[in-house]
Each structure stands twice: as structure tokens, then as C-alpha cells.
């Protein structure tokens, strides 16, 4: 069985998903439910924190690439942080730094959303 | 030394579920083989990827379906065959997307194969009408194999 568990977390003005274990073809819909909730709750200040995200296919990335347009739209972000070289190396392969703002710390992503919600 | 290895067989039932076993087969496999472990990410990674297409897009997600993947070495080649026997997969279908387009335009899909192609060294496609499909995906064993 693949191990897949996201969690969502309060931070300030944004909200935290922490992915965990193997995001895969089998696991992606648990990501993607995450993802409806915030958006169904408004939420569109998000960032990811890949620190435990052990694994990546494209299945998993396409998740993103689902909800990015929509988030966006609604003047919110997708941030991704914390990833291990691993996880970032199967990003960069799909050119997704060119799209996505992704750091190596959580606190760089929401100071980010800190400083743009003030202009 | 021989130039080919004994060929391993798994036979994995056609849904998502099976991708871990995939992966942990593969894996053993590739380290088996002396591939240090950034390389035993990329052919695992692309198997995966692979495999998702055949549940995807062969079997149409019929999970009472199988996939063989087998594993071996021919000369300097880490062969992986995967087969199955559903819908033929359009080899017209795999030039490579204009990643910027793709992401620009927020296309979901469609860079499993593209992901495969920069993972391995080569990437081939085998169908015939009537006959089983394969997938051949080959990486070169590293120079000094640990083994």
C-alpha cells in the first residue's frame, strides 16, 4: 500500500498543506480533495510544504497544474517548499520552476504572501 | 563475465494500488544491478510512470486486468519490459510537449512519457495487432557495478 497522508495547518493569512510519504497515480486524490476544500473554503493563499514528500510522479504534479489556474485567478498562490533534491529534480525535469515559486523554507513562502497581500 | 543477466518477472494486477509493489521491485532490481541511488529513483520513477499509462490509458482503469514487468540485462543495457494487454498506445503520441506550452496552458496530463524519455535511455514501444503490448525501457549499467 502506498503512504500518502497531506494535513492542513493554520499559518498566518495562508494556509499550510504538509504532504507526507508517496504521491502517486493511487494517492493524488487525496491531494486533490485537499485542495477542494481550501478552494471551496475560500482558502487561495496556500503553500506546500514537501519536506516529508518522499516520492513524486506526474500524476502528482498534475494535481497542482489542476488547481494553480483556478487559485490564481482568485488572486492566490500555490508555494511549494521544502523539498528534498529527490522530489525537486522530478519539478525542475517538467519545468515547473518557470511557473511556481517554490522555496527552501516555509517562512520564505508565507513572508512572500505576507509582503504581497500588504501592497 | 555474462553479458546477460536471468530475466525476473512480476505480475501485478492493473490498478494504482500496485504501484508501490512496482516500485519496490524495480527498486530492489536496479541496486541489484549496481545503480547508485539517484539513478535507482529515475528508472523506478519511470516504470512508474510506465505503469500509470497502461492503467491509465491501455486498460482504461479495469482493474481485473495484469502487468508483467520484467527485468534483466543485455550487455551493457538494464532492460525493463512492461506488457500488457490492452488498448495499443499511439507511438504518434510521443514527440515531446513543449513543456512551457504545456505549463502555460496548465495541461494536465501527457508528461508521464516526456518523464520517461529524460529519465531513460531509451524508451521504445512494441505493439502489434492481436498481440501484446510492450514497453521497453533501458538504462546503461553504471561502468564499475557494485556488485
Partial sequence: MTEFKVQERPGEGVSILDLRGYLDAHTATDLENAFQRLLGAKKFNIVVNCRDLSYISSAGLGVFMAYIEDVRKNNGDIKLTNMTPKVYNVFDLLGFPILYEIYKDESEAISKFQNTTKH | ?147
Fill in chain 2, 1 to 147: 563475465m555474462s553479458s546477460t543477466s536471468k530475466t525476473i518477472s512480476k505480475i501485478v494486477s492493473s490498478n494504482t494500488e500496485s504501484l508501490s509493489d512496482i516500485r519496490e521491485f524495480v527498486a530492489g532490481q536496479a541496486r541489484t544491478h549496481g545503480f547508485p541511488e539517484d539513478e535507482v529513483a529515475n528508472i523506478v520513477l519511470a516504470v512508474d510512470e510506465a505503469c500509470t499509462n497502461i492503467i491509465k490509458h491501455a486498460y482504461r482503469f479495469a482493474s481485473d486486468k495484469q502487468i508483467e514487468i520484467s527485468v534483466g540485462r543485455q550487455g551493457r543495457e538494464f532492460e525493463v519490459i512492461i506488457s500488457d494487454d490492452g488498448r495499443s498506445f499511439d507511438p504518434a503520441a510521443l514527440r515531446n510537449p513543449d513543456l512551457k506550452e504545456h505549463l502555460t496552458h496548465y495541461r494536465r496530463g501527457g508528461l508521464g512519457v516526456y518523464l520517461m524519455k529524460k529519465l531513460m535511455d531509451t524508451v521504445e514501444y512494441q505493439f502489434q495487432p492481436g498481440q501484446r503490448n510492450h514497453v521497453r525501457l533501458v538504462k546503461f549499467l553504471p561502468a564499475s557495478p557494485s556488485r
